[in-house]
């Protein structure tokens, strides 16, 4: 049986992040989840800190966030008993990925030192605190990582892990609405006879298609009992026929002849916005799985029964690709505008309660929660989380999350 080359890739890739995931030598678990190691359990305080012991001397760390951004917050001890914040001396420095650094320092507050910053997210960070107390230094190191993995390049690359730069864009703004094709104006002709008289012949049949002064019927006349010809007026498809060899032709319709080639796509627009889309609006068609790209000719003047604004536009139906009745999706185009900063919408992925993308510094990627804005043609308008010219995963983001979510990293307060 022949393989499938697709899904052997993605199983090759697979078995590539199993066996690095449980190789048991050290240079393997340094390639992938360096920050998936077993968490060691910390020892916790009586306001949820961390504890960091030295001698009798001891400092709990705290994040506290109950109606304030997040911050830090110490209560130190010495020999069990609380000490007064104005007696200690402390200050955090908080290094990020990428090398960069938070310096935090502490005033007194009621029986806790305060921090004078918000911990903005991530909370993943290299932790160094200094304290002094009675002319004694104390000084702790820890990794307090969330959200964050490393993968060697070349396993990035056989996973198809692809980043693209966070910078300015041109965004489309649009408009989503539907409505459904009909035939354009004068598409339609009702052939009848020029002289009452009897249908001698019938040249032609339903459904077939015809060309501009083709022969349709032969008409014999009552007045003279001559034959005459009755020709089409136009090239169309014969869409009814409402006669037959040997009827009277009188003054009724005997066929009728459609041009389906050129087609109208009447859209209609609720709300605010069926006043502020110009006539001349751009607009893309999604008719069954074609695309078209238009532009709207006019708009009617009267509001549909159910107060909607009709705004039409010519759809090219020569290949015969489109029928009248069909539905059709548009995507009506009100102009650009120009952001700051947008990332792929693919590249977005949920971690905890936030839409995040993942940064990517050398084999190290980490989570960035981003605040977003307007969208377009799949890309996102990103207010904050992110700076311009940062590095982000744009392709398979999926495959990163997946990684932190095995690593199993908590956010820790």
């Known amino acids: 049986m022949k393989k499938n080359p697709i899904i052997s890739a993605f199983i090759a890739s697979q078995l590539a992040i199993i066996s ?23 020892e916790k305080g009586p ?20 109606g304030v951004p997040p911050e ?45 910053m918000a911990i903005y997210e991530p909370h993943s960070f290299q932790v160094t605190l200094n304290a002094t107390y009675r002319s004694k230094t104390y000084q702790w190191h820890y990794d307090n990582f969330e959200g964050r993995v490393t993968i060697a390049k070349p396993l990035a690359q056989s996973m198809d892990i692809q980043t693209s730069i966070v910078g300015p864009k041109m965004l489309h703004q649009r408009h989503q609405a ?9 598409a339609t002709r009702h052939i009848s006879a020029r002289f009452a008289g009897e249908v ?13 002064g083709q022969k349709l019927l032969t008409i014999e006349s009552n007045s003279n009992l001559n034959n005459y010809n009755i020709t089409a007026p136009m090239s169309g498809l014969i869409s009814a026929q409402m006669t037959g060899v040997g009827e009277q032709s009188g003054d009724k319709t005997l066929l009728t002849i459609i041009d389906p080639s050129k087609l109208v796509s009447e859209i209609a627009v609720y709300g605010n ?30 509001l549909t029964a159910n107060q909607a604004r009709i705004y039409r536009a010519y759809v090219d139906n020569a290949q015969g690709d489109f029928s009248a009745g069909q539905f059709v999706k548009a995507s009506i185009s ?51 989380g992110i700076n ?26």
């Open 178 to 186: 539907y409505g459904k094709l009909m035939l354009a104006p004068n």
């Open 334 to 384: 009100l102009g650009t505008f120009d952001v700051p900063m947008a990332v792929n919408k693919a590249a977005l992925q949920a971690f905890r309660d936030f839409t995040v993308v993942y940064t990517n510094i050398g084999e190290q990627y980490e989570v960035r929660m981003l605040e977003l804005g307007r969208e377009s043609d799949g890309w996102v308008e990103v207010k904050s």
């Open 47 to 66: 306001n949820n800190g961390r504890m960091l012991r030295d001698g009798d001397f001891t400092v709990e760390l705290a994040i506290f966030e109950t």
């Open 273 to 302: 916005k069926r006043f502020e889309i110009p006539q001349d609006a751009p607009v893309t068609l999604t008719i069954g799985n074609k695309e078209v790209t238009t532009t709207f000719f006019d708009t009617l003047p009267q």
């Open 20 to 42: 690095v995931s449980i190789a048991p030598n050290a240079q393997a678990r340094s390639d992938h989840h360096q920050e998936a190691a077993p968490r060691v359990e910390v």
């Open 388 to 413: 311009t010219g940062d590095s982000y995963v744009s392709k398979n983001s999926y495959i990163i999350k997946a990684d932190i979510e095995k690593s199993g990293a908590s956010h820790d307060h």
């Open 200 to 212: 001698k012949k019938l040249h032609v049949r339903q459904g077939q298609w015809v060309t501009k």
């Open 72 to 116: 830090f917050r110490i209560y130190a001890t010495n020999g069990g008993q609380a000490l007064s914040p104005q007696d200690v001396d402390i200050k955090v420095t908080l290094t990020r990925l990428g090398n960069k650094t938070d310096a935090i320092s502490f005033y007194p507050e009621n029986h806790y030192l305060r921090g004078d």
